[in-house]
């Protein structure tokens, strides 16, 4: 048995068919994750820890249907860094990361605003789970089904979906000082895109960070005071 395993089974221990989440024992136990430099050097542990909290309460759900695998995407990155990472949860391993667009309503080099509002170009928040790819406008595409009422329900209708972009490249950064946006979508490099895509299609969980308090406030996931209270205090510290 893996020490990660072990780590999740302490922090998410499961009783018949409810789960009991125990947030401080997440908390406790990250620091077990710097044995595993890939994950612990690159991606935030607050971030790293509510990204767990919502896999497991929505594979407890039966809304996430592949297991193991993770996507994270932390917007408190500014776009000419590499901010989206696909992690495999059962090894401890960091599988891909990289570059990633907002929404151009959201923000310039930086995400600030987001919304769940067809027409807003913004990026959504919160938990979503991938769909079947598809050729489209964009060419080898990625449906994205948002799994949080009126944080990111809407993203089918709104056409969110991971594909490939030109202005998600270093050269565009070179020359704007940032990477290109979006209508909404977290578009990717033409170098990663078909890689990043069958590395996580198929009902994997992909979560969406940003650090200030309402997404943690609003969001049904942290469904008991305890749990909401810490995760707001999370992820705002």
Do not use: W
């Not at 048995?1 to 908390?27: C, E, H, K, N, Y």
């Not at 590499?82 to 080099?109: M, P």
Request: glycine content about 10%; hydrophobic content about 35%.
């Amino acid at each position: 048995m893996s020490i990660l395993f072990m780590v999740l089974m302490m922090a998410f221990p499961v009783q018949g068919r409810s789960m009991t989440v125990d947030i401080p024992s997440i908390r406790k136990n990250i620091s077990v994750f710097t044995q595993f430099p890939e994950l612990s050097n690159r991606i935030n542990p607050k971030v790293l820890r509510m990204a767990l909290l919502g896999y497991y309460s929505l594979k407890e759900q039966g809304k996430v249907s592949r297991d193991g695998i993770l996507t994270v995407i932390d917007f408190n990155i500014p776009s000419v860094d590499e901010r989206l990472f696909v992690i495999d949860i059962n090894r401890g391993r960091l599988l891909y990361s990289g570059l990633v667009a907002h929404g151009r309503g959201s923000g310039d080099n930086y995400a600030q605003s987001f919304s769940n509002a067809p027409g807003s170009h913004q990026s959504s928040l919160g938990f979503y789970t991938t769909g079947n790819t598809y050729d489209g406008k964009h060419g080898y595409s990625l449906r994205l089904l948002g799994l949080e009422r009126g944080i990111n329900d809407k993203a089918e209708s709104r056409s969110i979906v991971i594909h490939g972009a030109d202005y998600v490249s270093y050269d565009f950064i070179k020359k704007h000082g940032r990477l290109g946006r979006s209508e909404g979508c977290p578009a990717l490099s033409f170098e990663s895109f078909q890689q990043v895509i069958n590395l996580i299609k198929g009902g994997s969980c992909l979560f969406i960070y940003h650090g200030g308090k309402d997404y943690a406030s609003s969001s049904t996931l942290f469904k008991s005071d305890i749990a909401r209270r810490q995760a707001v205090s999370e992820h705002v510290s």
